[in-house]
């Protein structure tokens, strides 16, 4: 039971967060819209914020479960992307709020997952000494995030996925200098 009634909060706040921009939306709300008392939404999260939490936690796992082999620029950019893409006007919504640390955290965590996997595809048969391969993985996980955030703040065009293959083609051959560089 405790379960059923954790997804319907969950579904129903994504419902609401798709409807209206999140200071919209309180407990005494929600808690209405499911048709609960305030206690059993007390019983199962702190606050908003917590609930936002698990959602942003669940969606940036489902993603990792959705991409388990990433040996592409593309891909990895792809995986990114999808991670906000899934419910498009809630993501906006907290994307917009003050919770938007709760949702940058989660899309972090999506960033470094693809970046690891793509770094791996493409370092096995090289010797690349631990700084370098630090450096790097971070310069593209930031890269990742930053595509995502330019990318949120510009209202989720969908051009995205046609830029992203235009500039994979643009950046070819780039991540291979920059490896051969970090053998030496």
């Not at 620029?73 to 906006?92: C, G, H, N, P, Q």
């Not at 709020?97 to 793509?118: M, Q």
């Not at 990318?151 to 235009?166: A, F, Q, T, V």
Request: charged share 25%; hydrophobic share 40%; proline share 3%.
């Amino acid at each position: 039971m405790a379960t059923f009634t954790k997804n319907h909060i969950k579904n129903t706040f994504i419902e609401m967060l798709e409807e209206r921009p999140l200071t919209q939306i309180t407990v005494k709300d929600l808690v209405s819209r499911c048709g609960i008392n305030r206690n059993s939404f007390y019983y199962h999260y702190e606050d908003l914020p917590a609930l936002i939490n698990e959602i942003v936690i669940e969606e940036a796992d489902r993603i990792i479960e959705a991409y388990p082999k990433i040996n592409s620029m593309e891909t990895a950019l792809y995986a990114v992307i999808d991670f906000a893409s899934s419910k498009r006007r809630a993501i906006l919504h907290i994307f917009n709020s003050v919770n938007r640390d709760i949702f940058e955290s989660g899309l972090w965590k999506v960033c470094t997952y693809a970046v690891t996997l793509y770094g791996a595809s493409f370092t096995e048969h090289r010797v690349i000494p631990e700084k370098n391969l630090q450096l790097l993985t971070h310069f593209y996980r930031c890269a990742c995030f930053g595509f995502a955030i330019d990318w949120l703040k510009n209202g989720m065009n969908e051009e995205i996925r046609e830029y992203i293959p235009r500039f994979c083609r643009l950046h070819d051959g780039v991540i291979e200098k920059m490896l051969t560089n970090a053998e030496e």
